[in-house]
């Protein structure tokens, strides 16, 4: 199996988005499946979806904001992390504000 | 139909918008909008009337909301509102100007990016941050800000911006080449025989005199000026006030010669108008003599803050004098601040105040 080009018929990726998020994409799920080998390659499948959504998850380091957390099979991982066919993803907001 | 005003609000916690008439006696109050993000500069196109909102959120990075129909419903972008991959990400978007259609941001770190699709794509001014003077750049308390953006009301190349704390700088040619525009205002901050730097004023505010692009007012950390030939020399116009120290300036929209000011009492003293009793200061002379503006305004008790944006003029006749305080209370005078009464209280932190008047 290709990390970098994953097979057209290989499991998508579930991904679950932060609730926060719902009102900036009305028209995006809050669950919804993805075909996509890395975390980085989601976003932008999302971003293509739904412009602008990479820069409300990414900065321009590139890097996940400091204060939203992807998680796939449990861990936390950062932008680079490979999806493997039928990964669980979570990306959620992380604790800030004031 | 009547002319609607618009006082557009930005707040630590979403914009708002309060409407009146030209009477300007009775207020509704809409908010808070852009999902309660923390937002720093509320404008309108006044060619328009399309409201735009700068901001940061802490979850979700900084965007410029728009809104066509007054803040019934909004959008948001960020596209091209970045800077190069490794360097520090923009934390906010802190300034707004609009003129012809073309829409500037000033953002958190110092930097300066232009719209000509009314905000759903952005290009950086890149010449601002090849300015030699870059290194020497520091962050005053709001962080590295570029607050203050002036444009030229005729000549589309020509620009102003305030960096807290690096200054007052101004290009001739669209944003390519930048020269600072510092002399004569003071870093009481700096060792004393280093007190007139080139750069690294902790500037407050700028803005331009109606009708005479030559002549900007600014509030400074370290005084309030005025410069009559575009900010290549600044005057100390401080004389007759009581602090040194204020965050906002608000130029009178028809007369050159009319400046609103709030001086607060110090900045290790609080931070508050003097003597916990709020006024808003009024010069006619172009700073050379001040009258303190009161009535209506709490007299007792009122530990008052008012942020670099947050005071605004209308274009109405006479013109109406606006500000809101840290602590979420918005005034408004009809009178060029002869009198006061409170439109709102018990806002989030404001952060601007900003009007446009509404023509069916």
């Given at each position: 199996?290709?990390?970098?080009?994953?097979?057209?018929?290989?499991?998508?990726?579930?991904?679950?988005?932060?609730?926060?998020?719902?009102?900036?994409?009305?028209?995006?799920?809050?669950?919804?499946?993805?075909?996509?080998?890395?975390?980085?390659?989601?976003?932008?499948?999302?971003?293509?979806?739904?412009?602008?959504?990479?820069?409300?998850?990414?900065?321009?380091?590139?890097?996940?904001?400091?204060?939203?957390?992807?998680?796939?099979?449990?861990?936390?991982?950062?932008?680079?992390?490979?999806?493997?066919?039928?990964?669980?993803?979570?990306?959620?907001?992380?604790?800030?504000?004031? | 139909?009547?002319?609607?005003?618009?006082?557009?609000?930005?707040?630590?916690?979403?914009?708002?918008?309060?409407?009146?008439?030209?009477?300007?006696?009775?207020?509704?109050?809409?908010?808070?909008?852009?999902?309660?993000?923390?937002?720093?500069?509320?404008?309108?196109?006044?060619?328009?009337?399309?409201?735009?909102?700068?901001?940061?959120?802490?979850?979700?990075?900084?965007?410029?909301?728009?809104?066509?129909?007054?803040?019934?419903?909004?959008?948001?972008?960020?596209?091209?509102?970045?800077?190069?991959?490794?360097?520090?990400?923009?934390?906010?978007?802190?300034?707004?100007?609009?003129?012809?259609?073309?829409?500037?941001?000033?953002?958190?770190?110092?930097?300066?990016?232009?719209?000509?699709?009314?905000?759903?794509?952005?290009?950086?001014?890149?010449?601002?941050?090849?300015?030699?003077?870059?290194?020497?750049?520091?962050?005053?308390?709001?962080?590295?800000?570029?607050?203050?953006?002036?444009?030229?009301?005729?000549?589309?190349?020509?620009?102003?911006?305030?960096?807290?704390?690096?200054?007052?700088?101004?290009?001739?040619?669209?944003?390519?080449?930048?020269?600072?525009?510092?002399r004569g205002t003071?870093?009481?901050?700096?060792?004393?025989?280093?007190?007139?730097?080139?750069?690294?004023?902790?500037?407050?505010?700028?803005?331009?005199?109606?009708?005479?692009?030559?002549?900007l007012y600014q509030?400074?950390?370290?005084g309030m000026y005025r410069s009559d030939d575009?900010?290549?020399t600044w005057e100390s116009i401080e004389e007759?006030?009581?602090?040194?120290?204020?965050?906002?300036?608000?130029?009178?929209?028809?007369?050159?010669?009319?400046?609103?000011?709030?001086?607060?009492?110090?900045?290790?003293?609080?931070?508050?108008?003097?003597?916990?009793?709020?006024?808003?200061?009024?010069?006619?002379?172009r700073g050379s003599?001040?009258?303190?503006?009161?009535?209506?305004?709490?007299?007792?008790?009122?530990?008052?803050?008012?942020?670099?944006?947050?005071?605004?003029?209308?274009?109405?006749?006479?013109?109406?004098?606006?500000?809101?305080?840290?602590?979420?209370?918005?005034?408004?005078?009809?009178?060029?601040?002869?009198?006061?009464?409170?439109?709102?209280?018990?806002?989030?932190?404001?952060?601007?105040?900003?009007?446009?008047?509404?023509?069916?």
């Open positions: 199996m290709s990390r970098a080009e994953p097979a057209p018929l290989a499991a998508p990726v579930l991904v679950r988005l932060p609730a926060a998020l719902a009102p900036l994409f009305p028209d995006a799920p809050r669950r919804l499946e993805v075909h996509a080998a890395t975390v980085d390659e989601l976003v932008d499948a999302l971003d293509a979806r739904w412009p602008g959504m990479r820069d409300r998850i990414c900065d321009s380091t590139p890097a996940i904001r400091r204060h939203m957390n992807v998680f796939v099979d449990g861990e936390r991982v950062g932008l680079d992390a490979p999806l493997a066919p039928g990964a669980d993803v979570y990306i959620l907001t992380a604790i800030s504000g004031g | 139909m009547t002319e609607t005003l618009l006082v557009l609000v930005g707040t630590r916690k979403g914009a708002f918008i309060a409407a009146t008439d030209t009477g300007r006696s009775e207020w509704s109050l809409k908010g808070p909008f852009c999902e309660t993000w923390p937002i720093n500069h509320v404008i309108a196109d006044p060619a328009t009337g399309a409201v735009y909102a700068a901001g940061g959120n802490e979850w979700f990075g900084p965007a410029v909301w728009k809104s066509t129909d007054r803040g019934e419903t909004w959008t948001h972008s960020s596209a091209g509102l970045a800077y190069p991959p490794g360097e520090t990400p923009i934390k906010s978007v802190w300034s707004l100007a609009i003129r012809d259609g073309v829409l500037y941001a000033g953002v958190e770190p110092a930097g300066l990016f232009r719209s000509t699709d009314g905000g759903e794509t952005w290009s950086h001014v890149k010449g601002l941050r090849d300015h030699p003077s870059r290194p020497q750049w520091q962050p005053g308390g709001g962080g590295l800000i570029l607050h203050s953006i002036v444009l030229h009301p005729r000549d589309p190349n020509q620009i102003w911006v305030g960096i807290s704390s690096a200054g007052v700088f101004h290009t001739f040619d669209g944003g390519e080449t930048w020269s600072p525009r510092n003071r870093a009481d901050y700096m060792p004393e025989d280093q007190r007139y730097p080139e750069v690294g004023q902790c500037v407050h505010c700028i803005v331009m005199a109606p009708g005479n692009p030559d002549r509030q400074n950390h370290c575009g900010g290549l007759g006030l009581p602090s040194s120290f204020g965050f906002p300036a608000a130029a009178h929209p028809r007369d050159p010669d009319q400046l609103f000011l709030v001086p607060l009492n110090g900045d290790i003293q609080g931070r508050f108008m003097p003597d916990a009793k709020a006024a808003v200061w009024r010069t006619r002379t003599s001040w009258e303190d503006r009161r009535q209506g305004l709490p007299q007792e008790n009122a530990f008052l803050n008012v942020l670099r944006q947050a005071m605004a003029t209308d274009a109405l006749e006479p013109a109406g004098v606006y500000f809101g305080t840290s602590s979420g209370s918005l005034y408004a005078s009809p009178d060029e601040g002869d009198s006061w009464s409170a439109v709102a209280h018990h806002l989030p932190v404001i952060t601007s105040v900003e009007t446009v008047v509404i023509r069916p």
